[in-house]
């Protein structure tokens, strides 16, 4: 409250959803490809991962189709979002290999901050004897603010490793 200047305890920013997606653009080649992301997925969340869809054709694009399944996300709230957001600040971001810290440019401009993670099998829950090959993540970390300074604040103060 008091770096942000605010009297209100309402007021404060809080950290609201997590949500964790993963597009696998190959898995219309490889069928069985979202049955293993989905495992390794639903290690390191707590959760099963819900498929995400094609919403219309493209057929310059592998021939795509309407409903074909393309990707996985899971949204995290309540103590399995705190669970995943200490192992991932605390275990996974020191682990990534040239690692310099989370830059300031990767928030949307509503408050909320997008991680790219190249390799999924970072995460210690992953067993590396079964991944064939490096699937990306995105993490996104939704706040209650509307400013990208306050929840820069928020997220520093939860030991986020920020570059300066």
Same mark, same amino acid.
């Given at each position: 409250?008091?770096?942000?200047?605010?009297?209100?305890?309402m007021a404060v920013p809080m950290?609201?959803?997590?949500?964790?997606?993963?597009?696998?653009?190959? %898995?219309?080649?490889?069928? @069985?490809?979202?049955?293993? *992301?989905?495992?390794?997925?639903? *290690?390191?969340?707590?959760?099963?991962?819900?498929? @995400? +869809?094609?919403?219309?054709?493209?057929?310059?694009?592998?021939?795509?189709?309407?409903?074909? %399944?393309?990707?996985? *996300?899971?949204?995290?709230?309540? $103590? +399995? *979002?705190?669970?995943?957001?200490?192992?991932?600040?605390?275990?996974?971001?020191?682990?990534?290999?040239?690692? +310099?810290?989370?830059?300031?440019?990767?928030?949307?401009?509503?408050?909320?901050?997008?991680?790219?993670?190249?390799?999924? %099998?970072?995460?210690?829950?992953?067993?590396?004897?079964?991944?064939?090959?490096?699937?990306?993540?995105?993490?996104?970390?939704?706040?209650?603010?509307?400013?990208?300074?306050?929840?820069y604040v928020l997220l520093k103060?939860?030991?986020?490793?920020?570059? $300066?």
């Amino acid at each position: 409250m008091k770096s942000l200047g605010l009297f209100n305890p309402m007021a404060v920013p809080m950290v609201s959803k997590v949500v964790i997606n993963s597009g696998l653009g190959d %898995a219309l080649v490889d069928k @069985t490809l979202i049955d293993r *992301m989905s495992q390794d997925i639903s *290690m390191l969340s707590g959760q099963k991962p819900k498929v @995400t +869809r094609a919403r219309k054709d493209i057929s310059n694009f592998n021939r795509l189709k309407k409903g074909d %399944a393309i990707g996985l *996300m899971v949204t995290l709230r309540g $103590d +399995r *979002m705190w669970d995943f957001l200490d192992k991932f600040v605390s275990v996974t971001l020191p682990g990534i290999k040239d690692f +310099r810290g989370l830059s300031r440019k990767s928030f949307d401009g509503s408050g909320n901050y997008s991680i790219g993670i190249k390799n999924h %099998a970072v995460f210690l829950e992953v067993d590396q004897n079964r991944v064939d090959s490096p699937r990306g993540l995105q993490v996104v970390i939704h706040t209650t603010t509307s400013r990208d300074e306050d929840a820069y604040v928020l997220l520093k103060s939860l030991g986020f490793p920020f570059r $300066d």
